[in-house]
């Protein structure tokens, strides 16, 4: 497969190139610097990212002309096309215990060994919807290595499952009743605590009419109880859920904002209103002080892929 190489650390591309100028201050509290990071001519419709050491990125991605999936790898300013011949790729995360990444792809989990050059093809395990199975489409994984199970969310039926690798079995853990009684929309992103004690939500207010507002959820695998965690009256669809230096991190594909949650103090979430680049977002990865975003500029524009490094906003408190 070819290497697509992007020279230096900015990309430009006529009038694609980023002005030093819009890379300012994000809010009075802290500073951010950010890096252009393009690759106009890789990314169709990106749909889900993660990251596997400082710099090394995976990007899910899908071409709607060609009605197929893509995972690409980024390290460092080499693109490589990893895997094709998808349906819809949306999530991904790592089990870094079985170095496989796993992928929700539509209706079913995919598990890829990206450093066995000899895997022909990933483990597919079918996610057991009760109801119309082929049409309905998982969101995002996520991986506990302390668990040592995966978690995956549906939006729009607002179904939450447990994975055991192990046992290939799914357990349904949250159900549309519990979303509807809480009224902040279905789960669009998952994330599970790194002690494996807890799952964050991310909520999409898309397709749930009686919805308030976007919200991030926090559900107790151990109590099973689910509550709001943070909530804004500017969320809307919220995605690409991440936590670094005590702070949760989630991108809106409305408003292409990203927005810095304490964990400590919820309440005192920061949005990166100089970041808001993007028409729409579509997908976020952060791995330490860098931060892989991907979404539309403008309206009917190509995606693009912009990689920002955050300095002062990300001290550990």
Not at 50 to 76: R, T
Not at 261 to 278: G, H, K, M, Y
């Amino acid at each position: 497969m070819n290497i697509i190489k992007i020279v230096g650390i900015v990309f430009c591309v006529g009038s694609l190139c980023m002005s030093c100028a819009s890379r300012n201050a994000v809010s009075e509290r802290a500073q951010a610097e950010a890096q252009p990071f393009m690759f106009p001519d890789v990314v169709h419709s990106p749909q889900g990212a993660e990251s596997f050491g400082s710099k090394e990125y995976f990007l899910s991605d899908y071409d709607e002309e060609e009605n197929q999936g893509f995972i690409w790898k980024i390290v460092k300013d080499d693109v490589y096309p990893l895997y094709d011949g998808l349906r819809h790729p949306r999530g991904l995360a790592w089990d870094l215990r079985r170095a496989e990444l796993y992928v929700a792809d539509e209706n079913e989990l995919k598990a890829f060994k990206p450093k066995d050059d000899n895997q022909k093809a990933p483990k597919i395990f079918k996610v057991p919807f009760e109801t119309d199975p082929e049409t309905r489409f998982i969101n995002d994984v996520t991986f506990s290595l302390m668990n040592r199970k995966a978690y995956v969310c549906e939006s729009s039926q607002g179904t939450v499952w447990s994975f055991d690798p192990k046992t290939r079995e799914f357990r349904k853990l949250l159900q549309k009743k519990d979303f509807e009684a809480l009224g902040y929309g279905g789960p669009n992103a998952i994330y599970v605590s790194t002690d494996g004690k807890y799952l964050y939500l991310a909520t999409d207010t898309r397709g749930w009419p009686n919805a308030k507002q976007a919200a991030v959820l926090k559900y107790s695998l151990r109590d099973h109880e689910v509550s709001v965690f943070a909530h804004h009256p500017d969320f809307s669809s919220l995605l690409g859920l991440e936590f670094y230096a005590n702070r949760f991190f989630i991108g809106d594909s409305m408003s292409g904002k990203v927005w810095a949650i304490p964990r400590n103090e919820p309440q005192e979430l920061v949005a990166f209103t100089s970041l808001a680049r993007f028409s729409k977002l579509q997908a976020m990865a952060l791995y330490y002080d860098q931060a892989l975003l991907a979404g539309q500029k403008e309206r009917g524009d190509r995606f693009k892929v912009e990689r920002i490094l955050f300095n002062a906003l990300l001290k550990k408190p």
